[in-house]
Nanobody, 117 residues
């Protein structure tokens, strides 16, 4: 089972920024679509951002213009820069990957992001 390990979550005030990172413990990272999903309490998990092996990006409507996904195919990492954070961004954020958009086959353990005063 491939390991995806997230880091960078925490607490931030509204309007602040956080950067999440995810490291993959294998050497075929570059073949996959890498994604960030999130799940808030009482809500369904939703796709936040994705990046194809060639660098094409997609974002959920609620984060467009505020979040940026990036990947490093040498270091086998994917990151999510989150700016202008809002309380409604509070959720557990999961790194994931797959070969089809929004259909991951591997998941990380999740990292909590809390946006509040």
């Amino acid at each position: 089972q491939v390991q995806l390990v997230e880091s960078g979550g925490g607490w931030v005030q509204p309007g602040g920024s956080l950067r999440l990172s995810c490291a993959a413990a294998d050497n075929i990272f570059r073949q996959y679509i890498m994604e960030w999903h999130r799940q808030a309490p009482g809500k369904q998990r939703e796709l936040v951002a994705s990046m194809s092996p060639t660098g094409s990006e997609t974002y959920g409507d609620s984060v467009k213009g505020r979040f940026t996904i990036s990947r490093d195919n040498i270091r086998n990492t994917v990151s999510l820069q989150m700016n202008s954070l809002k309380p409604e961004d509070t959720a557990v954020y999961y790194c994931a990957r797959g070969t089809s958009w929004n259909d991951p086959v591997n998941w990380g353990q999740g990292t909590q992001v809390t946006v509040s005063l």
